[in-house]
């Protein structure tokens, strides 16, 4: 009897030698994983552990995405039409969802205080808010509905039932510099809608559309701008009591002393490599650092940066005057020209293509024959995946979360 015990313990002994000295399995780091996109693009084998990028499928006219579903859970934001992730170590399958929106844009020239203003606009008096679109400097009202990644956003603030408003700089109606600055931009210094004629045309435009019934007065209203236009969203929603502000491509700085005293939640949507003197890794400090200024004044705000990304050879149909065909045929001619590294991240800026393409047009047969109109997508296009000084649409969705609750991002 005693013998069979000790026989039993040091059996038990050794089988728990075994199983302790036996090998876990082990996740192979070499093991290639699928990604599948359904509705959009980005489908491959990847590691485990490298960063992924995924878009969705082109938008008709009248279409916007919504949302991601699927393998979600490492998704950076799963409701951004582009989006990216760290691979896990297992397959991936999502699909993109899309929405119908009646996207129009009515034009009128609206009497500003002195002069007659050109204005863009889409309207109700069921609008849950008003939105005002301030371009950069330089630039002009057209900017935001004559280029695809700004009428994105249009159409993602008509979708989610927000009214639009676009005018222009009083400097650029005029084509003068009114205060000699060098250049035709919105006044940020002088925050009164008496002597500052930009927020008088505000007041002037919005009025307007007050009186024939085409907007509610009790809504709440937002700003978004870009470059000198995010410094405006800055001053104006400070100014006129908004309910929020967005900056793209904006520190702040330009909006002076305001950003160390408004009560206005801000909104900073960077570029990782803007190319803009006053921006840059030090803008984007900057931004981020004005920012947390908020918060620690109890303000709500945020920052967001949008990351380099590969090229994918879709990219340039996303603006239907390029079509499928077109986009692809330009994608291997940057491609074959060794323009792309081996992830196909382009480097440099958008003025590299045309460099290579003056040098050797023969070796670019296709991007060389492009009408102006053409040309221009792509550029627009270079710099969203190589973040230069340009607004993205790549957070259009969590700007407009922002907007109806700016409390909601951290």
Request: contains cysteine; charged residues 15%.
């Amino acid at each position: 009897m005693q013998s069979k015990a000790k026989f039993g313990l040091l059996h038990f002994i050794i089988t728990l030698v075994i199983v302790s000295c036996t090998p876990k399995s082990v996740t192979n780091t070499n093991e290639n994983f699928t990604v599948t996109v359904n509705n959009g693009y980005g489908s491959a084998t990847y590691k485990a552990g490298e960063t992924v990028h995924i878009w969705s499928r082109e938008c008709t006219d009248n279409e916007t995405f919504t949302r991601w579903s699927g393998d979600t859970a490492s998704f950076t934001n799963k409701n951004e039409w582009h989006t990216w992730f760290i691979m896990p170590a297992q397959n991936v399958t999502v699909t993109a969802s899309f929405r119908s929106v009646n996207y129009n844009v009515t034009y009128e020239r609206i009497m500003g205080k002195n002069t007659r203003k050109k204005v863009y606009f889409n309207l109700s008096p069921s609008n849950k808010g008003i939105v005002y679109l301030f371009h950069g400097a330089g630039g002009s009202a057209s900017y935001w509905v004559d280029n695809y990644e700004p009428v994105a956003l249009i159409k993602d603030l008509i979708a989610n039932d927000f009214g639009v408003i676009i005018t222009e700089a009083e400097e650029v109606s005029l084509n003068k510099d009114l205060n000699g600055d060098g250049g035709l931009r919105w006044n940020t210094s002088t925050l009164d809608s008496n002597t500052n004629v930009d927020f008088a045309n505000i007041k002037a435009i919005t009025d307007t559309f007050y009186n024939r019934g085409l907007a509610n007065r009790s809504i709440p209203r937002y700003c978004i701008g870009q470059s000198n236009g995010g410094s405006c969203s800055v001053v104006v929603s400070s100014y006129f009591k908004f309910k929020a502000g967005v900056a793209y491509c904006a520190a702040g700085g330009a909006a002076g002393s305001i950003i160390n005293t408004t009560n206005t939640p801000i909104l900073f949507c960077l570029q990782q490599l803007d190319n803009n003197s006053l921006m840059g890794a030090t803008g984007n400090a900057n931004a981020i650092k004005n920012s947390g200024d908020l918060k620690a004044r109890g303000i709500c705000s945020s920052s967001f940066t949008n990351i380099t990304s590969p090229l994918y050879p879709n990219r340039f149909a996303r603006n239907s005057v390029i079509n499928t065909a077109l986009s692809k045929s330009i994608y291997n001619e940057i491609k074959a020209n060794g323009l792309l590294n081996a992830t196909n991240y382009f480097s440099g800026y958008y003025n590299r293509l045309w460099t290579a393409v003056s040098a050797s047009p023969q070796s670019f047969p296709t991007i060389a024959s492009l009408t102006n109109a053409q040309q221009n997508i792509v550029n627009e296009q270079l710099n969203c995946i190589t973040t230069a000084h340009q607004f993205y649409s790549d957070h259009n969705i969590a700007t407009i979360k922002f907007l109806n609750d700016p409390c909601s991002i951290n």
